[in-house]
């Protein structure tokens, strides 16, 4: 399975609109955000810059944060 394009941490956040500090600290206790699972990181070095995601992942991962947020308003 060949992986598409790689994003950091920086730009996964945004995606899930929280802050950098927020994913890794969910990515590291929980590895769960608003109840959906983070996708892991790419093999390589890890520390909060440098982790990688693949883009594919990235964005379901976001779109399901967005669902599970806007669930969660309307409760």
Same mark, same amino acid.
Do not use: W
């Given at each position: /399975?060949? @992986?598409? #394009?790689?994003?950091?941490?920086?730009?996964?956040?945004? /995606?899930?609109?929280?802050?950098? !500090?927020?994913?890794?600290?969910? @990515? /590291?206790?929980?590895?769960? @955000?608003?109840?959906?699972?983070?996708? !892991?990181? @790419?093999?390589?070095?890890?520390? !909060?810059?440098? =982790?990688?995601?693949?883009?594919?992942? !990235?964005?379901? #991962?976001?779109?399901?944060? %967005?669902?599970?947020?806007?669930? %969660? =308003?309307?409760?």
């Amino acid at each position: /399975m060949k @992986l598409s #394009f790689c994003i950091r941490t920086n730009i996964l956040a945004k /995606m899930a609109d929280v802050t950098e !500090a927020e994913l890794v600290y969910a @990515l /590291m206790t929980t590895g769960e @955000l608003f109840g959906v699972k983070i996708p !892991a990181p @790419l093999p390589g070095r890890h520390n !909060a810059r440098t =982790r990688s995601f693949d883009y594919k992942e !990235a964005l379901d #991962f976001a779109e399901e944060v %967005k669902i599970a947020r806007d669930s %969660k =308003r309307q409760v």
